[in-house]
């Protein structure tokens, strides 16, 4: 692909004797949707986290933006945002200070603004003084996506992010996705749901015993097709 935002090569990882990724290629132009499929452990979360700069690869490259993960992480990591089955949030800080924390560890401009804004579109306006430690499942996934989007990323890693939704939770998430693609964001996104990699992806990648298993473009599979290959190549 040309104008590759997100370039990974040859990406190895093991814990311990145990190989997790076995030399992975990708690349996603910017302001595309990639869907990433596979079974538990095919090492979905482990490529999310090392994207993130949570985690250090053996062996291989990643470049975001054009720079280098090893050489230029903590650029890269005011570039992305990361929402994962950790809510990475402090329970014991409100909605409205978990994100002026974040803010002020970003250097967001106007931070109390930008908090603002995104505690009302993510529904928690009127919980922005309560503890998170109080919150359902649901409500720390919302405020998980305000963090993740507070410091305006351009590239959006997101691991199962409708987990502990509710109905109109899936909704804001799915908008939010959109409109953030919509804008000229890069997502990457793990899913089990065959048919939101489907209807949310530009891309479908799936992934087998850490390799990539299949790669291919959304528009020129129909769900049964789809669903035949993955049954095919993954489980």
Do not use: C
């Not at 291919?216 to 599979?221: F, I, K, M, N, V």
């Amino acid at each position: 692909m040309v104008n590759a935002y997100l370039e990974i090569h040859n990406l190895r990882k093991r814990y311990g004797l145990k190989p997790v990724l076995r030399g992975i290629d990708l690349e996603l132009p910017r302001g595309q949707r990639m869907a990433l499929l596979g079974a538990n452990g095919a090492g979905k979360t482990t490529l999310l986290r090392m994207l993130a700069g949570l985690s250090k690869a053996d062996s291989g490259s990643i470049h975001i933006a054009g720079l280098e993960m090893r050489s230029d992480a903590q650029q890269i990591r005011s570039l992305v945002g990361f929402v994962a089955h950790q809510p990475y949030l402090y329970e014991e800080l409100t909605a409205l200070e978990n994100l002026l924390f974040f803010g002020q560890m970003y250097g967001v401009e106007q931070a109390r603004e930008r908090a603002g804004e995104l505690l009302r579109v993510v529904g928690l306006e009127r919980r922005a003084r309560e503890r998170v430690s109080t919150f359902s499942r649901g409500l720390v996934q919302r405020l998980a996506w305000a963090r993740a989007l507070l410091h305006r990323p351009t590239l959006l890693l997101l691991d199962e992010p409708d987990t502990g939704l509710d109905q109109e939770g899936n909704a804001l998430a799915e908008r939010l996705l959109i409109e953030y693609s919509q804008q000229g964001g890069t997502v990457l996104f793990t899913t089990h749901q065959l048919e939101r990699a489907l209807q949310l992806g530009d891309q479908i990648v799936m992934l087998a015993q850490g390799r990539i298993a299949y790669q291919r473009e959304a528009r020129t599979w129909e769900l049964e097709g789809m669903r035949r290959t993955y049954q095919e190549v993954v489980q």
